[in-house]
Antibody, heavy 121, light 110 residues
Framework: EAQMLQSGGGLVQPGGSLRLSCAAS????????MTWVRQAPGKGLEWVSV????????YYAASVKGRFTISRDNSKNTLYLQMNSLRVEDTALYYC??????????????WGQGALVTVSS | QSVLTQPPSPSGTPGQRVTISCSGR????????VNWYQQLPGTAPKLLIY???QRPSGVPDRFSGSKSGTSASLAISGLQSEDEADYYC???????????FGTGTKVTVL
């Protein structure tokens, strides 16, 4: 069964940077798109970014475009989210999720446990 | 910001049927398939329905999905106490080039 183990969350000051990691196992990583979704405290789900299996196609939500970078290392079965110029409104629980297929527009069938990012001075 | 609109908080008694609607536009639901997620308190979301009406392995057949035009629906028949959760619809949006989620619906079992 697919599993994702997330790491890298924490407390950072506004304007700071943080990198989230998501180590995948139990499936052929390169064959699936991977997605980041976040959830602010007490709020709903917000899609952040998606990357194709090869890493050649990426998309971002308007709220993070130009500040966040999604990437993957298929040799290490690991997904990353580099977050720069962090804002207070980026405070959220960040989930990585496995796509149903190698299709950036599809749903996600397995999710990580979440990594809390808190942006505060 | 959520682009897909869901009703706030329906409730039902055990055994009842509850329906959750999801309203979008031509660029999202009207052009792409809809997925539904269930989020139990304090846990990660779980895929409940994909491709409008398909259930992943292990999801009870009490859950069903449908889509018509720019709207979609999730039905829960034979409501059970363990169904008390937040439910989100989602679809790709061709105009935004991104996934959009619904506003979320909290189902309460009385």
């Amino acid at each position: 069964e697919a599993q994702m183990l997330q790491s890298g969350g924490g407390l950072v000051q506004p304007g700071g940077s943080l990198r989230l990691s998501c180590a995948a196992s139990g499936f052929t990583f390169i064959n699936y798109a991977m997605t980041w979704v976040r959830q602010a405290p007490g709020k709903g789900l917000e899609w952040v970014s998606v990357i194709s299996g090869s890493g050649g196609t990426t998309y971002y939500a308007a709220s993070v475009k130009g500040r966040f970078t999604i990437s993957r290392d298929n040799s290490k079965n690991t997904l990353y989210l580099q977050m720069n110029s962090l804002r207070v409104e980026d405070t959220a629980l960040y989930y990585c999720a496995k796509g149903l297929l190698n299709y950036v527009g599809g749903g996600c069938d397995y999710w990580g446990q979440g990594a809390l990012v808190t942006v505060s001075s | 910001q959520s682009v897909l609109t869901q009703p706030p908080s329906p409730s039902g008694t055990p055994g009842q049927r509850v329906t959750i609607s999801c309203s979008g536009r031509s660029s999202n639901i009207g052009s792409n398939t809809v997925n539904w997620y269930q989020q139990l308190p304090g846990t990660a979301p779980k895929l409940l329905i994909y491709n409008n009406n398909q259930r992943p392995s292990g999801v009870p057949d009490r859950f069903s999905g449908s889509k018509s035009g720019t709207s979609a629906s999730l039905a829960i028949s034979g409501l059970q106490s363990e169904d008390e959760a937040d439910y989100y619809c989602a679809a790709w949006d061709d105009s935004l080039n991104g996934q959009v989620f619904g506003t979320g619906t909290k189902v309460t079992v009385l």
